[in-house]
C-alpha cells in the first residue's frame, strides 16, 4: 500500500532530503578544478573551507573534495571562501550533460 | 453528593482547571480575568494543584510557553481578556496550525482605543479566524464545566479551545456553582496524549519550511504541503462539530448538568419570535422572552454556544418555523455588521426560512444591557415581520449621539 502522510502538524524526521531534493533550487553549479585545491595538490587533509562555510553540509572533508549536487543549492559561498580559487560556479544550462 | 459553592465565575473557571489538573499553567493578569490568574497561583503555591506555574511578562509569551510545554506532552492552561488577547494573536495561530490542544479562558471585554475595561466580546470576536474552537458560557456554572468539556474536545481533535465568558457580568459575579469532585472528572477527561510524541531517541523537527506543493520526504512518502495542512485543520473542525455535542452529552450523564452542545434553545418549539445571542446577552434574552409571553407574543430564545465551528446545521433546524429573527450581539465586524448575524444569515441561505433578521449591536464597553431593552427591541422587528417588512436591519441599541 502506498504510504500517506499521517501527520497532522509540520512534522518531519531530520533527515537528507526531508524537505526534499533542495538542489532543484540551483542555477549555478560549483566546479572543483583539482590542479588548484589544496589538499588534492598537497595530497594530504588540508584547508577544506568550502566544508566548513557550506549551509548545506553538502561538502565532503575527503580527497577529492565532492558535492552532492542534489542538494547544493548553488548559493557559491564555497567558491567566495576557497583561498586560490579553486571553485568556478558555472552556470547550469552552460553544462553539457 | 454536591458541594454547591457560591463563586464568582473567575473562581469557577479556576475551579475547573484544577480538576482538569494541568501541568503547566502560565498567565498573565489583565483586568478582568486576573483574579482567575491569581487563584491559579494560590493553588499551584499552596501545592493544591501539582503544575508549573510560569511567570511571563506578556500574553505573548504566556501563549508561546503552554504552545511548547503542550507540544512536549502537557496538559495546560492560560487566561486573558481584551488587549492581551489581541497581543497574543500571532501565537493564537501557531498553537492551531501545531494543532496543539491549549485551553485558554477569555474573559471577554472592550479593546482600546479608547480603553475600556468593561465587557463586551470584540476581542474573542476578532480572534474568529485563528483556527480557535470558540464557546460561550452564559452563566458561572456552564464556565465550570464548559472548561472541562473544552479539554475532552480539544485533546480529542486537536484543536486548541478558547473558553469565552463575559468580564464582570460573570466573572466578578456570583452565583451557585456545584463543583464535581475529582473522580468524575477522571472518569470525564481521559489523560492527554500528544499527537506527536518529542524524545532525543526520536528526533524531529517541528514547524519546518512548508512548500507551496506536496513533496517526497527521505522515505519517498509524498507529503502534505501547506494547504494540505490546512485542510486537514478545516477538516478537524467538521468533525469537532459532533465531538463538542458528544461531550456535552457525557458530561450531562456524570453530571446531570446539560447546557446545549453547539447551541441551546429556550422555548424554541412553537415560538414565532427567536432571540439570539452568545454568553450573557442570550441569557437576558431568555427573561425577555417570559416578558414578551406574558404579553402574548411567542418568543423563543436561540443561544450561540460554540461560534467556531458555527453551528450551520443546528440553527436551520432552531429558527425552522420562525417568523422574526432578533440577533443581539456584543461585536461587529466594522463596515458591515454583527458576526454572529452574518454568520445565520448565511447558514439560513437556500432554507425555507425567510423570516427578516434584525441585529441589535448592544452593550459595547460595558453598557448595560436591560432586559426592557431586549423586549422592545425584539418586539420591534416582530411587528416588522407582521406588517410584511422582510428587510434586514443593523440597529445600535440604546445609543445616542449627535
Ligand atoms: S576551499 Fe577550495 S582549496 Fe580549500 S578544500 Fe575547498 S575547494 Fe579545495
Ligand atoms: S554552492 Fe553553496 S550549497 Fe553548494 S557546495 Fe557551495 S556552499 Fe555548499
Redesign the pocket.
Known sequence: MEKTDTNISGVCTPAPGEAGKTGEWRDTRPV?DPA?????VKGKPA?????LYCPEGV?TMTIP?TIDMDYCKGCGI?AE????N??QMVREVDIDE | MSDVRIITGNEAAALAVKRAEPGVIAAYPITPQTRLAEVLSEYVEKGELKAEYVRVESEHSSMTVCISASTVGARVFTATSSNGLLYMHEQLHWAAGSRLPVVMCCVNRGVGAPWSIFNDQQDSFSQRDTGWIQLYCRDNQEILDTVLQAYRIAEEVYLPVMVCYDGFVLSHTMMPVDVPDAGLVKKFLPPYRPHTILSPEDPKTINPVFFASRRENADGVLCDGYMEMRYKMQAAFERSRTVINAASDEWAKLSGRNHGGMIWEYMTEDADLILTGMGSIATEATLAADALRAEGIRAGVVGIRAFRPFPKEEVAQAFAKASAIAVFEKCISYGYEGGVCSDLKAALYGTDIKAPIHNYIAGLGGRDVKTRELVEAARTTFEAALAGDAGNKTIWLNCHTG
Open positions: 572543483i588548484k585545491c589544496i589538499p588534492e584547508c577544506f573551507l568550502c566544508w561538502v573534495v564555497c571562501e576557497c583561498p586560490p579553486a571553485i
